[in-house]
């Protein structure tokens, strides 16, 4: 079927990418969420503390959901968006891996995994996004809700101001070792950074279309996310260094994002 055609289809290649990587995503959730304590025996590389590993299985976790989503749905629009986020996202681990080639399990099973799925999709996620946006009319369907103006404009400044902060912290992650909430490493600032790289460029994306069917599936995703990463938090306060102050700003701020979009989404869901 010609992918040209404007019929905002969600085409099989696309379906069949996310269907394959939807169990590489499954199970670094249950590794690092549900035994953020043994990534030495279970994962690619061994991460301390959990708060580290419990924010990445949260994203992964949110993932699972999100390209369930790309499986399953009709319109393309409705989750083109987040494929910019996850291909930035995808570049950074990359690099990464690159960088810090030494500190990884070179002899476990899962370090060959996770070196093949951030070979590969860096990619075939954007070549999807080019070859299944010419199917988006860019044309609102009936009775589709369109996101306030100032909602898209808070959004995009909020996702340019967290993205450049992604790529500063990625490039020199020494600014992060010293102040953050938990202990991390050179290598995991720059985890933690791809993963603010890809929340702050799929917040920009909102900039881009106004229909709220082009966010409803990005804010869920946001939604379990952030709430995996609070529920990580309770679960290991002990790693959190109550005594700075950004401990709190971090943890707040998650707070009033996760109240905010809450209230996007359930406003939006009345219109």
Request: proline share 5%; hydrophobic share 55%.
């Amino acid at each position: 079927m010609d992918a040209s055609v404007r019929d905002d289809r969600v085409l099989p290649i696309t379906r069949w990418v996310a269907r394959i990587i939807i169990p590489f995503l499954a199970a670094a959730f249950l590794v690092l969420f549900g035994l953020p304590t043994r990534t030495t025996e279970l994962f690619a590389w061994t991460i301390r503390p959990e708060m580290t590993p419990i924010i990445m299985g949260a994203g992964y976790g949110a993932g699972v959901y999100f390209f369930y989503r790309v499986s399953t749905v009709d319109k393309w629009h409705t989750v083109a968006p987040v494929f910019l986020g996850i291909t930035t996202f995808t570049w950074f681990m990359a690099i990464a891996t690159v960088l810090h080639w030494e500190n990884f399990n070179h002899s476990h099973v899962t370090f060959f995994l996770w070196v093949v799925l951030y070979a590969v999709t860096p990619l075939l996620v954007p070549a999807v996004w080019v070859l299944n946006r010419r199917t988006d009319t860019g044309e609102p369907t009936v009775g589709d809700a369109t996101l306030p103006r100032g909602v898209r404009v808070l959004g995009g400044i909020f996702g340019l101001v967290v993205t450049v902060s992604a790529v500063a912290l990625f490039v020199a992650p020494e600014l992060m070792v010293g102040v953050w909430p938990w202990t991390v490493s050179p290598l995991t600032a720059r985890i933690l950074a791809g993963w603010f790289a890809l929340f702050g460029v799929v917040n920009g994306a909102v900039v881009l279309d106004e229909r709220w069917s082009g966010a409803r599936i990005l804010v869920q995703s946001q939604l379990l996310g952030f709430s995996l990463v609070l529920v990580g938090v309770v679960r290991v306060w002990d790693n959190f260094d109550t005594s700075n102050v950004l401990t709190w700003g971090v943890v707040g701020g998650m707070v009033l994002y996760l109240g905010a979009i809450l209230v996007l989404y359930l406003a939006m869901e009345r219109r």
